[in-house]
Every structure is written in C-alpha cells, then in structure tokens.
C-alpha cells in the first residue's frame, strides 16, 4: 500500500520491446481519457488572454483590498480568510500556465492541471471571499463602535470585485469550456 496516492497510474501502460542492439525496453503509453478541446490550436491560443486577464483581475482585487487600513486587519480571524484567498489566485494562474502548454486534446492530468485548475480554483475564490465578507460582518456586529465604520464597510464592499472577476470567469468558462468532449481510451 502507498503512502501517495496517484490519481492518473491506471492511465499509463507499458509493453516491452526490443531495441536495435537487441535490450528489451520498456514503451509507456497512454491509455487513458482523452479530453478535446472544441477548436483548434489556434483558436486555443485566443483564449489564454481572457484567462490570463482574470487570473490578474482577481490578484489586482485583492491587493487593493489589502491597501485598506481598516482596524479589523489587526484582527486574525478577519485577515486569514483574506490571506488564504491568495492561494487559489496564484494556484488559478498556474493553471492558466499548464493551459497554455498542452494542446487541444490533453491528458486526464493535463486537463486537470490546466482547465479544472482554473475551474475550481474560481469557485474557491468566490467561496473564500463569502467567507471573509461573513468574518468581517461578525466583526462589524462585535466590536460595535470601536472601529471607522467608513473604513470597515469599504473594506467589506471591496470584495465584491473579487467576486464579480470570480463570477466573469465562471461565465467564460461556461462558454469556452463547455463544449470539451471525452474519448474514452480504455
């Protein structure tokens, strides 16, 4: 039994095979899903962009709410949910990355690395920004008085760009990505 566990092991095969001075080797091939873009490799490339956009739009939102001085950002429980949204942003434009590099009809792992990635990093986003919108509430509803009411609503309307560059993207993604087609290899 292994400790890691490998999602795409039961993909690859292999078959032996002689080479020219007369060694068996082993040939790996992929015998797994197929997953296939509905364009061509030129239309692929007009849809890294839009992407690439996104992935930038999130990350620029959320440092411009980290800019705002408010008093609930000495205030842990109200910044780490903000903090750990950087996560899926960053994690989103890798998978822009791995993206960009495969081809239009990727592997399992290739289509999980890239558009998945994205996919569900965006949902992540959004969810990560509800929750740091509900931690600032409860902190506007605790420390009652104690804290630039100006500052603090500003604080918590500037996550909805988050949201809206998240929701954009869900939106494209339903429109570029939907039509993508699975060929069974098995």
Not at 20 to 41: A, M, Q, S
Not at 120 to 142: D, K, N, Q, T
């Amino acid at each position: 039994m292994s400790i890691l566990h490998n999602p795409y092991k039961g993909d690859y095969d292999h078959a032996p095979e002689m080479d020219k001075k007369g060694r068996f080797r082993d040939r790996f091939f992929y015998k797994g899903d197929i997953y296939v873009l509905p364009y061509d490799e030129n239309e692929k490339k007009k849809t890294y962009l839009p992407c690439v956009l996104y992935g930038i739009g999130m990350f620029a939102a959320l440092v411009v709410q980290g800019m705002v001085n408010q008093t609930s950002s000495r205030t842990l429980w109200v910044v780490l949910p903000y903090i750990i949204e950087f996560l899926p942003v960053i994690f989103f434009l890798l998978g822009v990355l791995e993206y960009a590099l495969s081809t239009p009809r990727m592997t399992r792992q290739q289509y999980d690395k890239g558009i998945g990635r994205m996919h569900f990093c965006g949902i992540a986003v959004i969810v990560l920004a509800i929750i740091s919108m509900i931690s600032e509430v409860v902190y506007l509803i605790i420390r009652r008085g104690q804290y630039d009411i100006k500052l603090e609503l500003f604080y918590l309307l500037l996550h909805l760009p988050v949201v809206i560059v998240a929701l954009l993207f869900a939106k494209y993604y339903n429109k570029n990505f939907s039509g993508i087609s699975v060929e069974s290899g098995k």
